[in-house]
């Protein structure tokens, strides 16, 4: 299991439910988002400005509750000095 799997507790309890992994993945992000967030010493109000976006939005990205598109995804990265990497694991067999 990679690195931000065990960070981020991205276990494989239901491993054929879309909508788990899914919600499990938002929140493995904004744990990311948050985590380079403290590393640069960068509050929410910053980051919207870096982005060009509403506090708000960045509020919702933060949450979990956004559908991020890729785009968004690689931005936020950018936009807090780091890049993103996507990593396809296999599913346990059991």
């Given amino acids: 299991m990679s690195e931000m799997a065990d960070d981020y507790g991205l276990e494989y309890d239901f ?3 879309a909508d788990y992994l899914a919600a499990k993945a ?3 992000i904004a744990g990311s988002l948050t985590d380079q967030m403290e590393k640069l ?3 929410r109000t910053q980051l919207a400005q ?3 976006v509403s ?3 960045v509020t919702q990205i933060l949450a979990g509750y956004s559908n991020l598109t890729i785009d968004t995804l ?3 990265a950018l936009g ?3 890049t993103v990497y996507f990593e396809l694991l296999p599913i346990p067999a059991g």
């Fill in 80 to 82: 807090l000095e780091a």
């Fill in 26 to 28: 938002k929140l493995a």
């Fill in 15 to 17: 491993p054929h439910d």
């Fill in 41 to 43: 010493g960068i509050n």
């Fill in 74 to 76: 690689v931005a936020a």
């Fill in 50 to 52: 870096r982005l060009n």
């Fill in 55 to 57: 506090a708000g939005r």
